[in-house]
């Protein structure tokens, strides 16, 4: 089945915790990006990766970092989390030619909690 | 830049009634449009999108959305609502051979028997 994975589901860390949350994909996608949910703002961009060992930072990077090492995983790590990152996030994927009409598949999200 | 508005973050429609989320947005190029839905505890699916073929699109279990360039709008309608609509809905708009989809702030529909 073709699908995009994250882990954890859920997670309560405290302030300064270092934390990694995995997205894995099935589908020999070469793009992968995440997102963060927040009520009212939609889903804002954290980073993007178009290909193995290219990643960018979309519009809310500060305080995340990436790496694409294989061409299925584009974890997410929180070096030094704090409150503000309380929330939802998403991961997502795309070939190249869905990727120029812009269609995402997902994964069923991570919700995370910093205290 | 792009962006999206959503009117309403929250819609109420009864079983039956007509369901209409508005959407407008704003493109510096001729945009992608869409619209995606994430029903509870689930990732978001892809409803239906508009890539510069018809006006009119289709969608999965009854919905459509219309492009309407001079109002710079892409609603989404459904003639007759059903309990499994209930779910948030979101309008996105992707510059045409872009990397960045752009979301409005969602709408969360409620179904009233």
């Known amino acids: 089945e073709a699908q995009v994975t994250q882990n954890p589901r859920y997670l309560i860390t405290v302030t300064g915790k270092k934390l990694t949350v995995t997205c894995s994909q099935n589908?020999?996608?070469?793009?992968m990006s995440w997102y963060r949910q927040d009520p009212g703002l939609g889903l804002r961009q954290i980073y993007y990766?178009?290909?193995?060992?290219?990643?960018d930072k979309g519009d809310v990077p500060e305080g995340y970092k990436v790496s694409r090492k294989e061409k299925r995983n584009f974890p997410l790590i929180l070096e030094s989390p704090s409150p503000n990152q309380t929330s939802l996030y998403f991961c997502?994927?795309?070939?190249?030619?869905?990727?120029?009409?812009?269609?995402?598949?997902f994964g069923e999200g991570s919700r995370l909690t910093v205290l | 830049a792009q962006s999206v508005t959503q009117l309403g973050s929250h819609v109420s429609v009864s079983e039956g009634a007509l369901v209409l989320l508005r959407c407008n947005y704003s493109?510096?190029?001729?945009?992608?449009l869409f619209w995606y839905v994430q029903y509870p505890n689930q990732g978001l699916q892809l409803l239906l999108k508009?890539?510069?073929?018809?006006?009119l699109v289709k969608g999965i279990n009854g919905f459509e959305a219309e492009f309407k360039k001079s109002e710079t709008s892409f609603h989404l309608t459904k003639p007759s609502a059903h309990m499994s609509d209930a779910a948030e809905y979101f309008c996105?708009?992707?510059?045409?051979?872009?990397?960045?989809?752009?979301f409005g702030g969602g709408t969360r529909v409620l179904v009233k028997p």
């Open positions: 997502a994927s795309s070939s190249r030619g869905a990727l120029y009409t812009g269609e995402l598949f």
């Open positions: 589908m020999n996608h070469e793009y």
């Open positions: 990766s178009m290909n193995v060992e290219v990643t």
């Open positions: 493109s510096s190029v001729p945009p992608y």
């Open positions: 508009y890539t510069s073929a018809a006006t």
């Open positions: 996105a708009v992707s510059p045409a051979a872009g990397n960045k989809l752009t």
